[in-house]
């Protein structure tokens, strides 16, 4: 057993029997390396991905490999999910120099950290058209001893090429509708009509460039965005990439069909992914969308949640053992035959497209669940009631559930990361906003005063992990934003005070003081300025787009700016302005990674609706003017129940308006202007929709 045997990371764990010396991440394991004159081999991966596991039957776990890589090297192993600022550093590297990017990420440092090679995958000997690992290990190897120089030259050109890249502005623009045009120009370009989505295979959801839609078709009604919305997300939810038994999305597809996925869980394409379709379903009124929403919730309850103590687990994995690749989620027709009877297994052979030859490359016997088509249609092949064949398909559904259960699982990684579960609580509490239901409101709830509690660092900022000592911008912003979603379902007082506290202080640790002193405009770096700077972490990084998790510069504009909303705070739009002047120019160029940021732009553009319920608690007609508030869908809108506690955060001449009249009654504020009071809660339903109550 090597060093890994102490860590907590499910991925380093499932390491610490194989023969290579491996160090975490650690300042032990650089200083080893400068003491011995020897180049670092950093892998990173995660226990979700398919081809770390490979990697590490084939090469890792070989003895052969192994002696080269201790008698060579300096083995440093990290859990990209734990480490997500080392992972982000060494992508861009690896990035630059191959033309690469993924995971497992295989980089060669100098002893100082520094990157001058690195690549992917290797399998250990040629083959797929890639260098075989042993011989790359053994090039590596000899240039260092016989070139260092080179490698030295190498490492300086990534380093120039990173310093500019990871803190990248762009040309700056002003902020303007056109620059908004701008960019759903570009995301027009790469929208595939034909099967929803955006890009090419592989093909990844793109959760920002949704909402981005809904709200520019909710304020300008333009046909195409619709289209783009209801194209993708249904055929999003059809395909193999949504499993059709369980519910919850795969990470992503190998083809633009959305058919065989990468078969890997993550709870952050969900959350996001559960938001799209919440909001979705109330914009649209779709009732599919309804029940996929639901459906990813019921995923998350059974499989990625902790029901007693609350909070959301990281993902869980595509494989249950080397050499696999996602059989626990794919049939074949045999598979079939024993759990159906033959009128369900007719019907599901065609709603499914279940057939001798299915769709996976490596085992072409194995089938992935896709919905090819409708029970409409299978009626009118039959010559069956729709009644009947509907009938079939739930049936047959619950019975291959029930059989895929008693299968071995993938593994589950129980590990708890701030950041996620900040956006999966948002995300519940958005479904109970639309929905109503309960439940969903009290498990939220329940998992963040266990982040609160156990995130907790000395400084005020709130761990990656519990019981870790990293802290990175996404945990502050999605926690903070949780916690406002939190105040806007509750109408207590303590989230609100934990936002503002939690935001201070990121503001005080996280804010580029520097930048802003020298071009007037700045933005949040990823790491807080008390960080130990080992190895690349010295290079200052401001994430900003989307990948895989929303940019958190462009979270962290929205979040200031529903602060200032409520508040009417300047200080939280003179940084919301800062940011989105910091990096206008990407907002022009990254297209469909820009998602966020340019939602971020055009919130800015065109300022949040904030609905202000004056009620006191347990008053009927306060909570069915609240309900309406939380339930009708106007993009960007936060809603604040005003009360003797929370009525001291808002602007006074909202807090006039509340003093001076007779609850309960609701208030729809934009831009400095408020309606006059609405008391009836159809009344308030019409003004969200269509605004046309006279200001005061």
């Excluded at 059809?238 to 065989?260: K, M, N, P």
């Excluded at 001291?648 to 202007?673: D, G, M, W």
Aim: aromatic fraction near 10%.
């Amino acid at each position: 057993m090597n060093r890994l045997r102490h860590e907590h990371s499910s991925y380093l764990k499932s390491a610490a029997h194989q023969p290579v010396e491996w160090y975490p991440w650690s300042e032990e394991a650089f200083v080893r390396a400068r003491q011995q004159n020897k180049p670092i081999l950093l892998d990173i991966g995660a226990v979700w991905c398919h081809w770390c596991h490979v990697m590490d039957s084939e090469s890792y776990e070989n003895p052969d490999i192994a002696t080269i890589i201790n008698d060579q090297f300096v083995a440093v192993k990290v859990d990209r999910d734990e480490r997500p600022d080392v992972d982000a550093r060494y992508q861009s590297a690896v990035n630059a120099i191959s033309g690469q990017g993924g995971w497992p990420l295989t980089a060669f440092l100098l002893p100082d950290g520094r990157p001058f090679y690195g690549g992917t995958y290797f399998p250990p000997t040629d083959r797929y058209g890639r260098p075989g690992f042993i011989k790359v290990l053994q090039a590596i190897a000899d240039l260092f001893k016989t070139e260092p120089t080179k490698a030295v030259q190498n490492a300086a050109e990534v380093e120039r090429f990173l310093t500019q890249h990871l803190s990248r502005s762009g040309e700056k623009l002003e902020l303007t509708d056109s620059l908004v045009d701008t960019a759903l120009s570009v995301i027009s370009r790469n929208h595939d009509i034909r099967h929803g989505g955006f890009g090419t295979a592989p093909k990844f959801p793109h959760p920002g460039v949704i909402e981005l839609l809904l709200r520019r078709y909710l304020a300008t009604g333009e046909r195409w965005m619709l289209d783009a919305i209801n194209g993708t997300l249904t055929s999003m939810a059809r395909g193999g990439i949504y499993d059709q038994l369980a519910g919850g999305f795969h990470r992503y597809s190998t083809d633009e069909r959305w058919i065989v996925p990468h078969f890997e869980k993550m709870l952050y394409d969900n959350a996001s992914l559960l938001v799209n379709y919440v909001h979705a379903a109330q914009a649209t009124g779709n009732q599919f969308f309804r029940h996929i929403a639901l459906d990813i919730i019921r995923y998350v309850d059974e499989v990625l949640s902790d029901r007693t103590a609350g909070g959301f687990y990281a993902s869980q994995d595509a494989d249950v053992a080397p050499g696999d690749d996602g059989s626990y989620f794919t049939w074949t027709t045999d598979d079939a035959k024993k759990v159906l009877t033959s009128e369900e297994l007719e019907v599901l052979s065609l709603h499914f497209n279940i057939d001798e030859r299915g769709e996976m490359h490596h085992d072409p016997r194995q089938n992935v669940l896709f919905v090819d088509k409708t029970a409409e249609q299978i009626a009118e092949i039959l010559h069956k009631p729709l009644d009947d064949v509907q009938e079939k398909i739930e049936t047959g559904k619950a019975k291959l559930l029930k059989a895929r259960t008693l299968r071995k699982p993938p593994f589950v990684d129980r590990s708890i990361y701030a950041s996620w579960n900040g956006m999966m609580i948002q995300a519940y509490l958005e479904a109970f906003k639309a929905f109503g239901i309960s439940r969903h409101r009290d498990f939220a709830l329940l998992s963040l005063d266990r982040i609160l509690r156990e995130h907790r660092q000395p400084n005020g900022l709130l761990s990656h992990r519990a019981g870790a000592s990293e802290t990175f911008l996404d945990d502050q912003i999605e926690i903070t934003n949780a916690l406002l979603t939190a105040f806007e379902v509750t109408g207590e007082i303590r989230y609100w005070i934990e936002a503002e506290e939690i935001v201070q202080k990121t503001i005080e640790l996280f804010w580029d003081q520097d930048t802003e002193n020298e071009t007037g405009h700045s933005a949040f770096n990823d790491l807080p300025s008390t960080s130990a700077s080992v190895g690349a972490l010295s290079l200052p990084y401001k994430p900003v787009t989307d990948s895989p998790t929303p940019g958190a510069n462009a979270v962290a504009a929205l979040l200031l700016l529903k602060l200032y909303t409520v508040t009417e705070k300047k200080r939280y739009l003179n940084l919301a302005e800062s940011i989105l002047n910091y990096f206008s120019g990407i907002a022009a160029t990254q297209g469909i990674f820009a998602g966020t940021l340019v939602l971020a732009i055009d919130s800015y553009l065109h300022p949040s609706t904030h609905v202000v319920v004056a009620t006191d608690k347990g008053d009927d007609r306060g909570n069915e003017l609240l309900n309406v508030a939380l339930r009708t869908f106007v993009s960007q809108k936060i809603v604040t129940i005003a009360n003797e506690g929370t009525a001291t955060i808002l602007p006074a001449s909202v807090r006039q308006h509340i003093k001076a009249k007779e609850k309960p009654f609701a208030l729809v504020c934009s831009n400095f202007s408020c309606s006059m009071p609405v008391r009836s809660a159809d009344e308030l339903e019409k003004l969200l929709l269509h605004g046309s109550a006279v200001g005061v």
